[in-house]
């Protein structure tokens, strides 16, 4: 069975862009989550797409958004890029049970922002 | 809300000796437990999950884990460390009513010396 994918694997862009990161969970997994991964903060929660449905938010701007497709691919979006926005982003999938979250993820992409 | 704290950002051990990376959560309601391990420019791989069924749990690469509720803890050993394992490592923890989201620890980085 294939892992979950994401493209693109690096990204630079500059201030103001926008950036698109996509990601493809495993067959048969309905739920996407989305995480930044930053030296100073750690691994924080961004949301999480379950039946095209955005479940649960986490404490971000809402420059960053989401979205998950029918046959559960999920795109996740970030306007107006800080520099701050530099970090790797790290999609996870799941069957969607809860509290037994057990995920599985992806090997992220690198974005920089300059 | 629930939260993990790693005690030790780094640890260092010689190749064939006890690797213990320690971790404790706090969770007002029972808790699932991850120990996810991530290798440079990786994703996050499970290594092994806590799901009540038993309190000492085995995991993968010769890992395993106790629960211990009276000490809210969940540390991670290994009998004999290998130079393969030099990696980070991030406990994280999965409670409430909070849809797809792992709460994570802030990471131990594990190095491993011949």
């Known amino acids: 069975k294939a892992g979950v994918t994401q493209t693109p694997r690096y990204l630079i862009k500059t201030r103001g862009q926008q950036v698109t990161l996509s990601c493809s969970p495993i067959s048969g997994h309905r739920s996407v989550s989305w995480y930044q991964q930053t030296p100073g903060q750690g691994l924080q929660f961004l949301f999480e797409?379950?039946?095209?449905?955005?479940?649960n938010k986490g404490n971000f701007p809402g420059r960053f958004s989401g979205r998950q497709f029918s046959n559960s691919r999920s795109e996740m979006n970030v306007s107006t890029l800080e520099l701050g926005d530099s970090a790797l982003y790290l999609c996870?999938?799941?069957?969607?049970?809860?509290?037994?979250?057990?995920?599985?993820f992806g090997p992220g992409t690198r974005l920089t922002v300059l | 809300a629930q939260s993990v704290t790693q005690l030790g950002s780094h640890v260092s051990v010689s190749e064939g000796a006890l690797v213990l990376l320690r971790c404790n959560y706090s969770?007002?309601?029972?808790?699932?437990l991850f120990w996810y391990v991530q290798y440079p420019n990786q994703g996050l791989q499970l290594l092994l999950k806590?799901?009540?069924?038993?309190?000492l749990v085995k995991g993968i690469n010769g890992f395993e884990a106790e629960f211990k509720k009276s000490e809210t803890s969940f540390h991670l050993t290994k009998p004999s460390a290998h130079m393969s394992d030099a990696a980070e490592y991030f406990c994280a923890v999965s409670a409430g009513t909070s849809y797809g989201k792992l709460t994570f620890g802030q990471g131990t980085i594990l190095t491993v010396h011949p």
């Open positions: 806590y799901t009540s069924a038993a309190t």
């Open positions: 996870a999938s799941s069957l969607g049970e809860y509290p037994n979250n057990e995920q599985f």
């Open positions: 797409y379950f039946s095209e449905t955005q479940r």
């Open positions: 969770s007002s309601v029972p808790p699932y």
